[in-house]
């Protein structure tokens, strides 16, 4: 069975964009960043969920940036995220019903942290999508303790999740 405060610890020890940029960006920030910009206008519960969870795959799969993932190694990860939802009680279907509208808060909340980080790739192929409040999420939560983000995911999710 998946555990939030697990899940929760090893998105935080994960680093965004393969280390690179200014500061340690860990996918645990990413997560709750992408959890709030769904929050904030106000999404469904289904969509703050899937937000939140949103990579918690890699938590099993690792970080693998965009650009250099393999077909194979994306298929593995939909596997093991599908798996892990469902071990967390996640109903059948949903990350496919969300996943559009996940996507655009999760490329939000991306484009701004590389942004701030200073990693923005030279061939990113589409114009950066910054916004002023995911960067002023992605600043407030860099200076939190890691034990406050962690229970805030917890408590986060178990809210979504129904617990």
């Known amino acids: 069975m998946a555990d939030l405060k ?15 940029g200014r500061w340690f960006a860990p996918d645990l920030d990413h997560s709750i960043v992408v959890w709030l910009l769904s929050a904030c206008d106000e999404c469904s519960g289904p969509i703050q969920r899937q937000c939140l969870l949103h990579d918690i795959c890699e938590t099993e799969s690792g970080e693998v940036p965009n650009g250099h993932k393999t077909a194979e190694q994306a298929a593995h990860e939909r596997t093991v995220q599908l798996g892990m939802l469902a071990a967390l009680g996640v109903p059948d279907g949903e990350q496919e019903r969300c996943q559009g509208t996940v996507k655009g808060y999760d490329v939000e909340a991306g484009d701004s942290e590389a942004h701030l980080l200073g990693n923005v790739p030279s061939d990113l ?9 995911a960067e002023a999420f992605h600043l407030a939560l860099r200076h939190l303790p890691v034990r406050l983000k962690v229970w805030a995911f917890m408590a986060i999710g178990r809210a979504l999740l129904g617990d």
């Open 125 to 133: 192929g589409r114009p950066l999508f910054v916004t002023a409040r």
């Open 6 to 20: 697990d899940i929760a610890k090893r998105l935080a020890r994960i680093c965004r964009f393969a280390g690179r």
